[in-house]
T-cell receptor, first 116, second 113 residues
Framework: DTAVSQTPKYLVTQMGNDKSIKCEQN?????MYWYKQDSKKFLKIMFS???????INETVPNRFSPKSPDKAHLNLHINSLELGDSAVYFC???????????????FGPGTRLTVT | AQSVTQLGSHVSVSEGALVLLRCNYS??????LFWYVQYPNQGLQLLLK??????LVKGINGFEAEFKKSETSFHLTKPSAHMSDAAEYFC???????????FGTGTRLTVIP
């Protein structure tokens, strides 16, 4: 029944490692997103994919690379992890309406990344 | 550029009292506005949205918000707070045709028994 799911829920790793976070949505939505929520709860968009194509790429270090193998999945790979990457990462999805975004985004439960 | 400002990072109300969470927006064109709620250790859930239809928008769990262009505001209200309303609330804005949401810094609502 889960609409937007993320794995893992918690991720603890050391500086310099490479890690991936997976996201899947079973809503049939066309657009998927990655957001970062910092320690002060501030949410900022990182990437947006529509039908497997990148449409938004905010100012994010190129150590972060999203990959969308199909419309239902958007994974986030992070190379050479740094302390400042510690945050909660949220995946979200939305449905297009005749080529326009529906503006209603459904969020996953989040992945808490801790870099030590 | 569009943005939202949430006044008050922390609001406390007594159970049964009125809830008022403030959000002001900045946009050069008519915006679409949203309120999301985040319960502890969970993702965000849409409470309500304004997309240029009725200015008074009713959402889930008894919440509503009114779009006031003259005041560039979209404040969230609920007549009577319940303990289960304790959470973090985020106001967000986007523009017609855009995909990404711009979030405010959030307001933590505490409900006192």
């Amino acid at each position: 029944d889960t609409a937007v799911s993320q794995t893992p829920k918690y991720l603890v790793t050391q500086m310099g490692n490479d890690k991936s976070i997976k996201c899947e949505q079973n809503l049939g939505h066309d657009t998927m997103y990655w957001y970062k929520q910092d320690s002060k709860k501030f949410l900022k968009i990182m990437f947006s994919y529509n039908n497997k194509e990148l449409i938004i790429n905010e100012t994010v270090p190129n150590r972060f690379s999203p990959k969308s193998p199909d419309k239902a999945h958007l994974n986030l790979h992070i190379n050479s992890l740094e302390l400042g990457d510690s945050a909660v990462y949220f995946c979200a999805s939305s449905q297009d309406l005749g080529g326009r975004p529906s503006y209603e985004q459904y969020f996953g439960p989040g992945t808490r990344l801790t870099v030590t | 550029a569009q943005s939202v400002t949430q006044l008050g990072s922390h609001v406390s109300v007594s159970e049964g009292a009125l809830v008022l969470l403030r959000c002001n927006y900045s946009s050069s064109v008519p915006p679409y506005l949203f309120w999301y709620v985040q319960y502890p250790n969970q993702g965000l859930q849409l409470l309500l949205k304004y997309t240029s239809a009725a200015t008074l928008v009713k959402g889930i769990n008894g919440f509503e918000a009114e779009f006031k262009k003259s005041e560039t505001s979209f404040h969230l209200t609920k007549p009577s707070a319940h303990m289960s309303d304790a959470a973090e609330y985020f106001c967000a804005v986007t523009l017609t045709g855009a995909n990404n949401l711009f979030f405010g810094t959030g307001t933590r609502l505490t409900v006192i028994p």
